[in-house]
Protein backbone atom coordinates (compact mmCIF):
# COMPACT_ATOMS: atom_id res chain seq x y z
CA UNK A 1 0.00 0.00 0.00
CA UNK A 2 2.71 2.35 0.87
CA UNK A 3 4.90 1.65 -2.12
CA UNK A 4 1.25 1.94 -4.39
CA UNK A 5 1.04 5.53 -2.62
CA UNK A 6 4.69 6.45 -3.40
CA UNK A 7 4.35 5.57 -7.31
CA UNK A 8 0.80 7.43 -7.10
CA UNK A 9 2.53 10.54 -5.87
CA UNK A 10 5.06 10.60 -7.96
CA UNK A 11 3.37 9.95 -11.31
CA UNK A 12 0.63 12.78 -10.18
CA UNK A 13 3.70 14.94 -9.46
CA UNK A 14 5.50 14.35 -12.64
CA UNK A 15 2.47 15.06 -15.03
CA UNK A 16 2.67 18.83 -13.45
CA UNK A 17 4.58 21.53 -15.27
CA UNK A 18 6.03 22.65 -11.97
CA UNK A 19 8.01 19.46 -11.57
CA UNK A 20 8.68 18.14 -14.89
CA UNK A 21 12.36 19.35 -14.61
CA UNK A 22 13.35 17.08 -11.50
CA UNK A 23 14.86 14.28 -12.38
CA UNK A 24 13.78 10.78 -11.01
CA UNK A 25 16.03 11.32 -7.58
CA UNK A 26 14.64 14.14 -7.01
CA UNK A 27 11.55 13.56 -8.09
CA UNK A 28 11.52 10.69 -5.29
CA UNK A 29 12.46 13.04 -2.37
CA UNK A 30 10.06 15.58 -3.52
CA UNK A 31 7.17 12.84 -3.23
CA UNK A 32 8.69 11.66 0.07
CA UNK A 33 7.83 14.86 1.76
CA UNK A 34 3.72 14.94 -0.24
CA UNK A 35 0.58 13.74 1.48
CA UNK A 36 -2.36 12.69 -0.36
CA UNK A 37 -5.48 13.77 1.13
CA UNK A 38 -9.19 12.92 -0.01
CA UNK A 39 -12.46 15.40 0.25
CA UNK A 40 -15.58 14.88 -0.42
CA UNK A 41 -17.63 17.12 -2.17
CA UNK A 42 -18.11 20.95 -0.53
CA UNK A 43 -15.71 19.74 2.02
CA UNK A 44 -13.32 22.68 3.00
CA UNK A 45 -9.40 21.76 1.60
CA UNK A 46 -8.02 25.11 3.29
CA UNK A 47 -9.80 27.88 5.56
CA UNK A 48 -8.89 31.84 5.12
CA UNK A 49 -6.49 32.55 7.64
CA UNK A 50 -4.63 29.31 7.48
CA UNK A 51 -0.97 28.54 7.04
CA UNK A 52 -1.19 25.51 4.87
CA UNK A 53 2.83 24.82 4.76
CA UNK A 54 2.75 23.76 1.90
CA UNK A 55 1.12 24.50 -1.71
CA UNK A 56 -1.25 21.84 -3.00
CA UNK A 57 -1.59 19.83 -6.65
CA UNK A 58 -5.08 18.63 -7.69
CA UNK A 59 -4.46 14.65 -8.57
CA UNK A 60 -7.93 14.43 -9.76
CA UNK A 61 -11.39 16.12 -9.06
CA UNK A 62 -12.04 20.15 -9.03
CA UNK A 63 -10.69 22.91 -5.94
CA UNK A 64 -12.90 26.32 -6.13
CA UNK A 65 -10.91 29.40 -4.62
CA UNK A 66 -13.11 31.91 -3.24
CA UNK A 67 -13.65 35.18 -1.43
CA UNK A 68 -16.96 35.40 0.89
CA UNK A 69 -18.22 39.16 1.14
CA UNK A 70 -19.53 40.88 4.40
CA UNK A 71 -22.94 40.05 2.89
CA UNK A 72 -22.17 36.16 2.73
CA UNK A 73 -21.81 36.00 -1.25
CA UNK A 74 -19.32 33.83 -2.67
CA UNK A 75 -17.26 35.25 -5.45
CA UNK A 76 -14.82 32.47 -7.22
CA UNK A 77 -11.55 33.26 -8.19
CA UNK A 78 -10.34 30.41 -9.87
CA UNK A 79 -11.04 26.76 -10.25
CA UNK A 80 -7.96 24.79 -9.94
CA UNK A 81 -8.42 21.42 -11.52
CA UNK A 82 -6.11 17.91 -12.59
CA UNK A 83 -2.46 19.20 -12.48
CA UNK A 84 -3.24 22.08 -11.57
CA UNK A 85 -1.89 24.05 -7.90
CA UNK A 86 -2.89 26.52 -5.52
CA UNK A 87 -1.49 28.32 -2.15
CA UNK A 88 1.70 28.51 -4.17
CA UNK A 89 2.12 32.01 -1.80
CA UNK A 90 2.54 29.84 1.07
CA UNK A 91 5.70 28.85 0.24
CA UNK A 92 7.89 31.30 1.05
CA UNK A 93 7.05 31.54 4.90
CA UNK A 94 3.77 31.98 7.64
CA UNK A 95 1.92 33.84 4.36
CA UNK A 96 -1.34 33.17 5.40
CA UNK A 97 -4.20 31.97 3.07
CA UNK A 98 -6.56 34.77 1.21
CA UNK A 99 -9.15 32.46 -0.45
CA UNK A 100 -11.61 29.83 0.87
CA UNK A 101 -10.56 26.27 -0.77
CA UNK A 102 -13.32 23.88 -1.44
CA UNK A 103 -13.78 20.40 -3.40
CA UNK A 104 -17.06 20.77 -5.42
CA UNK A 105 -17.17 17.44 -6.00
CA UNK A 106 -14.97 14.02 -4.75
CA UNK A 107 -11.43 15.32 -4.86
CA UNK A 108 -7.71 14.22 -4.05
CA UNK A 109 -5.44 16.36 -4.10
CA UNK A 110 -1.35 16.07 -2.73
CA UNK A 111 0.13 18.27 0.06
CA UNK A 112 3.39 19.06 -0.90
CA UNK A 113 4.97 20.25 2.72
CA UNK A 114 7.54 23.28 2.34
CA UNK A 115 10.38 21.89 4.00
CA UNK A 116 9.98 19.11 0.67
CA UNK A 117 9.48 21.92 -1.56
CA UNK A 118 12.47 24.43 -0.14
CA UNK A 119 14.91 20.96 -0.51
CA UNK A 120 14.02 20.84 -3.94
CA UNK A 121 14.25 24.18 -4.94
CA UNK A 122 17.67 24.52 -3.78
CA UNK A 123 18.45 21.21 -6.03
CA UNK A 124 16.73 22.52 -9.29
CA UNK A 125 17.00 25.86 -10.11
CA UNK A 126 15.05 25.34 -12.81
CA UNK A 127 12.12 24.14 -10.26
CA UNK A 128 12.58 27.24 -8.40
CA UNK A 129 11.87 29.46 -12.04
CA UNK A 130 8.89 27.34 -12.64
CA UNK A 131 7.35 28.15 -9.46
CA UNK A 132 8.38 32.14 -9.84
CA UNK A 133 6.59 32.03 -13.27
CA UNK A 134 3.29 30.01 -11.22
CA UNK A 135 3.08 32.79 -8.85
CA UNK A 136 3.42 35.39 -11.66
CA UNK A 137 0.85 33.98 -13.75
CA UNK A 138 -1.71 33.42 -10.69
CA UNK A 139 -0.92 37.61 -10.36
CA UNK A 140 -1.75 38.55 -13.72
CA UNK A 141 -4.92 36.26 -13.77
CA UNK A 142 -5.64 38.35 -10.81
CA UNK A 143 -5.49 41.81 -12.28
CA UNK A 144 -7.08 40.27 -15.76
CA UNK A 145 -10.23 38.82 -13.57
CA UNK A 146 -10.24 42.25 -11.94
CA UNK A 147 -10.28 44.33 -15.25
CA UNK A 148 -13.01 42.23 -16.67
CA UNK A 149 -15.67 42.68 -13.73
CA UNK A 150 -14.26 46.30 -12.89
CA UNK A 151 -14.53 47.58 -16.25
CA UNK A 152 -16.77 45.44 -18.47
CA UNK A 153 -20.53 45.00 -18.09
CA UNK A 154 -22.22 41.87 -17.28
CA UNK A 155 -23.26 41.00 -21.33
CA UNK A 156 -19.29 41.95 -22.12
CA UNK A 157 -18.31 39.33 -19.32
CA UNK A 158 -20.38 36.48 -20.79
CA UNK A 159 -19.24 37.03 -24.47
CA UNK A 160 -15.87 37.31 -23.15
CA UNK A 161 -16.49 34.14 -21.03
CA UNK A 162 -17.64 32.16 -24.42
CA UNK A 163 -15.13 33.53 -27.09
CA UNK A 164 -12.77 32.29 -24.32
CA UNK A 165 -13.43 28.61 -24.07
CA UNK A 166 -14.47 27.99 -27.24
CA UNK A 167 -13.65 25.04 -28.93
CA UNK A 168 -14.22 24.11 -32.92
CA UNK A 169 -14.84 20.80 -33.65
CA UNK A 170 -17.11 19.63 -36.61
CA UNK A 171 -17.41 23.29 -38.29
CA UNK A 172 -19.14 23.87 -35.02
CA UNK A 173 -17.71 26.68 -32.54
CA UNK A 174 -18.98 25.37 -29.10
CA UNK A 175 -18.48 26.30 -25.37
CA UNK A 176 -18.73 22.53 -23.24
CA UNK A 177 -19.68 23.79 -19.74
CA UNK A 178 -17.67 22.15 -17.28
CA UNK A 179 -19.21 24.11 -14.45
CA UNK A 180 -23.01 25.07 -13.43
CA UNK A 181 -24.41 28.46 -13.80
CA UNK A 182 -24.15 29.34 -10.70
CA UNK A 183 -20.30 28.64 -10.19
CA UNK A 184 -19.71 30.33 -13.55
CA UNK A 185 -21.87 33.38 -12.62
CA UNK A 186 -19.50 33.51 -9.39
CA UNK A 187 -16.35 33.66 -11.60
CA UNK A 188 -17.99 36.46 -13.70
CA UNK A 189 -19.35 38.66 -10.68
CA UNK A 190 -22.87 37.89 -11.30
CA UNK A 191 -25.89 36.70 -10.03
CA UNK A 192 -27.14 33.47 -11.39
CA UNK A 193 -30.66 35.25 -12.54
CA UNK A 194 -27.94 37.92 -14.31
CA UNK A 195 -26.20 35.17 -16.25
CA UNK A 196 -29.41 33.03 -17.28
CA UNK A 197 -30.80 36.56 -18.52
CA UNK A 198 -27.84 37.41 -20.90
CA UNK A 199 -27.80 33.96 -22.43
CA UNK A 200 -31.34 34.61 -22.88
CA UNK A 201 -30.74 37.76 -24.71
CA UNK A 202 -27.66 36.21 -26.96
CA UNK A 203 -29.76 33.55 -27.91
CA UNK A 204 -33.06 36.21 -29.09
CA UNK A 205 -30.39 38.61 -30.51
CA UNK A 206 -28.94 35.13 -32.63
CA UNK A 207 -25.35 35.17 -30.79
CA UNK A 208 -25.95 31.61 -29.29
CA UNK A 209 -27.47 28.19 -29.26
CA UNK A 210 -28.10 26.26 -26.14
CA UNK A 211 -28.21 22.45 -26.73
CA UNK A 212 -29.35 20.93 -23.04
CA UNK A 213 -27.07 22.42 -19.98
CA UNK A 214 -23.74 21.71 -20.45
CA UNK A 215 -23.34 22.93 -24.01
CA UNK A 216 -23.61 26.23 -26.21
CA UNK A 217 -23.47 26.84 -29.84
CA UNK A 218 -21.87 29.81 -30.88
CA UNK A 219 -23.83 30.81 -33.92
CA UNK A 220 -22.69 34.42 -34.28
CA UNK A 221 -18.30 34.59 -32.86
CA UNK A 222 -17.21 37.50 -34.54
CA UNK A 223 -20.30 39.42 -32.88
CA UNK A 224 -19.23 37.98 -29.36
CA UNK A 225 -15.84 39.17 -30.18
CA UNK A 226 -16.54 42.45 -30.97
CA UNK A 227 -18.98 42.69 -27.86
CA UNK A 228 -16.05 41.44 -25.28
CA UNK A 229 -13.85 43.69 -26.62
Known amino acids: MVARTQDFIEETLSRSDLFRSLDPVALAAL ?4 RVRHFEAGEIVVH ?6 GMFLVARGEVKLYLISNTGAERILRLARASDSFCEES ?5 PQTLWAQ ?6 VLHVTDRALQDAMASDTALGRAVIRRMSSRICELIANMELCEQRNSAQRVAHYLVQHADSANDAIEVKLSSNKQTIASQLNMTPESFSRVL ?3 TREGFIL ?3 RKSIRLTDLSGLQSLAA
Not at 31 to 34: D, I, L, M, R, Y
Request: proline share 4%; hydrophobic share 20%.
Open 48 to 53: RGDQPA
Open 103 to 108: ATRETV
Open 91 to 95: ISGDT
Open 31 to 34: AEGT
Open 210 to 212: CRG
Open 200 to 202: NRF
